[in-house]
């Protein structure tokens, strides 16, 4: 008589044996399987994969275009699609998304993920930052060439808003009040504290910067503000208007990518994930 692992032994192995597709309604197909048995693709050992896919993930606009416009014009049998993550700065095309009525894989991708010049990431780091005068002298002088200081609507050579940084001195006054009368006496004191310089001293600048491959040249406008609480002055560059101006940035990125790939592809404004 036989036991109750060599029934279930038997049973497995008449299952693998046959291992009929079961069709479903809506097209979708299931196979019965016992849990011990373990599926292999023979695709390795065959001369050409079954099917394309794969995933480029690149930093530079023209090499993302051109490997979309390759891979579009070799002819694909499914739909393909493009979303851009405006807040990434990221754009990734899936060349086997297809449609509702026949879904792709998704897993023939490219993406691409601008880097921002080197200017650009100079001025993001330094907009906002508490800096002495030494640290943002030298700052200036490492990016002169995209420079422009201004001082009351008057430009000034980056030498001389340098120079006018340099020799800044914190100059501190008192002065004080008293009066007295038949019944009462007050008396008051106010400090000034203001920041000079022997120079000019500038009090915007023009950052001229390309802030992404592809993109245009762009003025990033600095005004600098003096903080005197303290015994040196205390310098901050405030990026006037970022937010409007990152949101520019991304709205140009998007018409580029337009200008580039949306011949080939349609474009959307998002990020996609595959659901399982």
């Known amino acids: 008589m036989l036991n109750k692992e060599t029934l279930q032994h038997i049973e497995a192995q008449a299952l693998a044996a046959a291992a009929k597709p079961i069709s479903i ?3 979708s197909n299931v196979v019965v399987l016992p849990n011990s048995v373990n599926l292999h693709s023979l695709e390795q050992y065959q001369p050409a994969r079954d099917r394309f896919r794969g995933g480029l993930k690149t930093q530079s606009l023209r090499d993302f ?3 979309v416009e390759r ?4 002819g694909l049998e499914i739909e393909s699609a493009g979303f851009i993550d405006q807040d990434a700065m990221s754009a990734t095309v899936i060349f086997n998304l297809g449609n ?31 800096l002495g005068q030494q640290a943002l002298a ?3 002088e490492d990016w002169a060439p995209h420079i422009i200081a ?27 009040d008293s009066s007295v009368g038949d019944f009462s006496a007050s008396r008051s004191a106010m400090d000034d504290i203001e920041a000079k310089s022997q120079e000019t001293l500038p009090q915007a600048f023009m950052f001229q910067v390309v802030p992404f491959e592809g993109l245009g040249e762009s003025t ?7 903080i005197t609480g303290e015994a040196n002055p205390v310098l901050k560059l405030r990026w006037v208007g970022e937010e409007a101006q990152r949101e ?23 990020t996609f994930a595959i659901g399982n």
């Open 220 to 226: 990033i406008n600095l005004r600098l503000s003096v």
């Open 25 to 27: 309604d809506g097209g």
């Open 65 to 67: 275009s051109k490997y």
């Open 138 to 140: 030298e700052w200036l």
């Open 71 to 74: 891979h579009i014009r070799a």
């Open 100 to 130: 509702p009525d026949w879904p792709g894989h998704g897993d023939d991708r490219a993406t691409l993920t601008l880097k921002p010049s080197a200017a650009y990431t100079a001025v993001q780091a330094i907009a906002g930052k508490a």
């Open 248 to 270: 520019a940035f991304a709205i140009e990125f998007k018409h580029v990518l337009e200008r580039e790939v949306g011949g080939f592809v349609p474009l959307t404004i998002g």
């Open 150 to 176: 201004t001082a009351s609507d008057e430009t000034l050579t980056i030498a001389a808003a340098i120079s006018g940084i340099r020799k800044m001195t914190i100059k501190a006054t008192s002065q004080r």
